[in-house]
Each structure stands twice: as structure tokens, then as C-alpha cells.
């Protein structure tokens, strides 16, 4: 199905002539080592001059990991929880920081050991909670820890997640989970962008979070590398900027 993207562009009209700025970032989730499809992704990026935040497992991330994103301005390494492992009980929605336990608050510290270990200075003290589940008595262990940013999905509700803790959600997720594991119906994404720009235009979500583009580079078909191209161009196009984040883990906005 080809898109129709004239709502999109529409609404970025809408907001240009509101004379609000429209921050944007991109952050893909659950890697751990260089593969085919990573290379795909680190294409993509370049292609459009857009950063892709990765979202590293570091209890499995591999040291060829490190080796390739230092070669690069356009991959930024996060934190993607420890383990990427579901603790929840049979039935409950999937969270490897769901209920707050002393282990998972020592996982906090041990990821990011891990990530200084691999990255050294490359990567940013962002925590990703796998499947974007997270207790929030987690929020004071992260910052106890060291972390400076919290990105789960949807619109945050306030800038900190805690004290000294950045909120920096994603919004937009172009993958069908709960049906085909392949693109949404592209019409319904467009939609969904148009609504998360009213919110954003009208105050009922807060217009300094970057919006959020969210992606899985794993399990990406063709149509989902395709659309994530076009949106992505259809954004900047429209007079979104790409947001760097360490600049945000600066000033707490």
C-alpha cells in the first residue's frame, strides 16, 4: 500500500505557521551485535544525516559492537534495560523492570558498567526499560546510578522522570507487534503522527519533548525500512530538526 502523505504534510504545515520548533529523534531498539540488517539501518542514517540512538542490551552486547559504532557519528549507543529478560508473572505484560526488586535495582548499575566498559565516552547514560516498562521507584536508583536520561513510548507527562533524570520518550512505532510483525497500515502511522502533532500544537502534550521515532532494525521487512526512509525524509522535509540528545542530558529540558 503507498502511502498518503498529505495529511503529514499538512499538519507539519500547520505546526511551521504555529512558529513552534519540532524537534526529532530516532532510537532503535534490542541490539547487541553488527549484522545485515544493522548495516541496513547504519545506511539509513547516513543517507538522511539523521543520528539512530541504539538501544544496547549490555548484558549480551558484543564487543564487535563497540569496534563499529566508534566508526561512526551516526550511531549512539543507550542503555536497553540488562538482560532484555521478562520477570513478570504468567499473564502480566512483558518488563524486566516491572515490579522493583534489590536485583533490579543492581542491574541498573551493572548495565551501565557494561556499557563503559565497551563505549567508553561513546555512548549516552540513557536508560531504554525493555518492552518501555518501568517501575517508577526506578526512577531515583537511575539517577543514584548515574543515569541522566529515562526513554520509554508515548508522551511524557513531565520533562524529569526524577531528579536529575531526563524524560525522552519515543511516539511513533511503525511495527505491526500484535498482528503481521511488519508495517502498520501506513494510512493509521500518517494518523497517528497528525494526532501526536495537534496534541503537541494545542498544549495537550508538550511540545519541547522530541517526537520520537522508534524503530527495530532486526526484524525490519522491506515495507518497514521503506516507510521508516519516507517518514523520516517526510519529516525533516516538513521542518522537523534532528535533536541531539546530550545537549538535553545538559540542561534537564
Known amino acids: 500500500m503507498k502511502p498518503d502523505w498529505t495529511p503529514l504534510r499538512h499538519a507539519l504545515q500547520e505546526y511551521r505557521r504555529s512558529g513552534l520548533n519540532l524537534p526529532v529523534w530516532w532510537r532503535d531498539d534490542d541490539v547487541t551485535a553488527p549484522s545485515s540488517p544493522l548495516d541496513q539501518l547504519h545506511r539509513l542514517a547516513e543517507s538522511l544525516d539523521f543520528p539512530v540512538h541504539l538501544a544496547v542490551i549490555p548484558g549480551v552486547a558484543q564487543e564487535t559492537l563497540a569496534e563499529l559504532t566508534a566508526t561512526s557519528d551516526h550511531m549512539v ?13 504468567a499473564g502480566a505484560k512483558k518488563a524486566e523492570f516491572g515490579l522493583y526488586t534489590k536485583d533490579g535495582a543492581d542491574n541498573l548499575t551493572l548495565a551501565l558498567t557494561q556499557m563503559r566498559r565497551l563505549f567508553g565516552e561513546l555512548f549516552l547514560p540513557v536508560f531504554v526499560p525493555p518492552w518501555n516498562r518501568i517501575d517508577p521507584v526506578y526512577a531515583d536508583c537511575l539517577g543514584a546510578a548515574g543515569y541522566r ?66 524503530t527495530h532494525h532486526l526484524i525490519h521487512t522491506a515495507e518497514l525500512w521503506d516507510f521508516s526512509h519516507s517518514f523520516l525524509q517526510e519529516m525533516l522535509d516538513g521542518g522537523a530538526a534532528v535533536q541531539p540528545i546530550t545537549p538535553l542530558l545538559e540542561t534537564g529540558t
Not at 158 to 184: C, E, F, Y
Open 77 to 89: 549507543p543507550l542503555v536497553h534495560g540488562w538482560l532484555h529478560q521478562n520477570n513478570t508473572p
Open 149 to 214: 536520561g529515562l526513554s520509554t513510548f508515548t508522551a511524557r507527562s513531565a520533562p524529569m522522570a526524577a531528579p536529575g533524570l531526563v524524560q525522552i520518550n519515543t511516539h511513533i512505532d511503525p511495527v505491526d507487534w500484535h498482528g503481521t510483525r511488519s508495517l502498520k497500515d501506513p494510512d493509521l502511522l500518517i494518523s497517528q503522527t497528525v494526532d501526536v502533532l495537534l496534541a503537541r500544537r494545542t498544549g495537550a502534550a508538550d511540545p519541547a519533548e522530541p517526537l520520537g521515532y522508534l
